[in-house]
């Protein structure tokens, strides 16, 4: 007798995908990035400058160069989440200059330890930020009337403050007062690399990036940033705490704002009244050639960081180079527009794909 084994069908096979197209979506999602255009420039810069300096090619340079960055970049992360969120703070720049001023005549004047002027900064710098963010949400006046009115206000309280106290337009010298050197170890201190010497700075930039990439990209206020700056109203019909999102995001641009006041305090052991006017504009445009775009809604910390580093490459390459320092305005504003127009495309480009 013959027995037949019955077979089963075998199931269908997915046509394989082409090259081609499996190419094209790893290209469109790269695209997609926000911080890929400013990847591709900061890797044009640097090879430009280290064919054309060669003093760029140095481990001293490379030093140089990444402590410049870490001075812009600290501020320019939370002054993305902020731009992502759909707000602007023209404030940040004099908001440095009024912390560390405010520790160092507070602790000079008073003969206190310098750590009650940090923790006391710290206070001062926080109330900042929540009152441009109250005033922001309540009023519903843009945000860039409210912080350029506080920057009018804090650049005249640096000035008339300090020359009022000291007599000069400058804090006095706090290098010798009790908890500088332990102040001076976290926020100014050296770091030996063994190849090279880094400020502390750099390192502490690199954290507040991921801390910033970690906020936006795994958690939940993360989604609720981009939702507040994309659509406020959708946002809100859905839950999103906006108000709160919102005066959060300007608090952290005035901590960060602090850290980076604390740093100069302690490096250099007095602070000039009038410094950080037109360090905001620095600050979003590293956010800006990094992808943030500014109707909000878009961005990433990474690549407020790749801007800083363009920026702080570009400021030292000159130097290194011999060029004309002047020039470098004109090289800010070819930067900006172009990152602005270079955005918008792959912004549109994403939305298309989807």
């Known amino acids: ?36 255009g400013a990847l591709v420039a900061a890797i044009v810069i640097f090879i430009f400058f280290y064919a054309v300096a060669p003093t760029f090619r140095t481990f001293a340079a490379a030093s140089t160069y990444l402590y410049a960055s870490s001075t ?12 992502i969120g759909g707000e602007f703070d023209l404030s940040s720049g004099v908001q440095v200059t009024t912390t560390a001023l405010f520790a160092a ?11 009650v002027g940090v923790v006391l900064s710290l206070v001062v710098a926080l109330a900042i930020g929540f ?18 009115s506080t920057f009018f206000i804090l650049q005249g309280l640096n000035l008339g403050v300090t020359k009022l106290v000291t007599g000069a337009v400058a804090s006095s010298d706090a290098s010798q007062l009790d908890g500088f050197s ?40 993360g989604n609720w940033i981009f939702a507040a700056g994309g659509n406020p109203a959708s946002a809100r019909a859905v839950g999103v705490p906006v108000r709160k999102v919102k005066i959060g995001l300007f ?16 490096n250099f052991n007095t602070v000039q009244a009038g410094i950080g006017v037109g360090n905001e504009f620095i600050y979003i445009i ?3 050639v990094g992808g943030a775009l500014l109707t909000g809604g878009y961005g990433s910390a990474v690549g407020s960081a790749l801007g800083a580093f363009i920026f702080g490459m570009t400021t030292q390459g000159i ?6 320092p002047n020039w470098f305005k004109t090289f800010l504003g070819v930067m900006l527009l172009g990152a602005v127009l270079l955005n918008q495309y792959v912004k549109s480009y994403a939305e298309r794909r989807h």
């Open 1 to 36: 007798m013959s027995s037949s084994v019955a077979t089963q069908p075998s199931p269908p096979t997915a046509p394989p995908v082409a090259p081609e197209r499996a190419q094209r979506s790893l290209l469109g999602r790269a695209l997609a990035r926000p911080e890929t």
């Open 319 to 324: 130097v290194y180079a011999g060029w004309d």
């Open 182 to 221: 332990s102040a001076k170890a976290i926020f100014a201190s050296d770091l030996d690399l063994g190849v090279m010497t880094v400020k502390v700075t750099v390192l502490w930039w690199l954290a507040f990036v991921a801390v910033g990439t970690w906020l936006l990209l795994r958690t939940r206020v």
């Open 131 to 148: 009152i441009n963010g109250w005033l922001v949400v309540r009023t519903g006046i843009p945000s860039f009337l409210v912080t350029l």
């Open 72 to 83: 812009i970049g600290i501020v320019a992360v939370g002054v993305a989440l902020l731009m």
């Open 105 to 115: 005549i507070l602790c000079f004047q008073l003969s206190l330890n310098m750590w």
């Open 286 to 288: 590293a956010a800006v």
């Open 251 to 266: 608090m952290g641009v005035s901590f960060l704002a602090w850290f980076l006041g604390m740093h100069l305090l302690f």
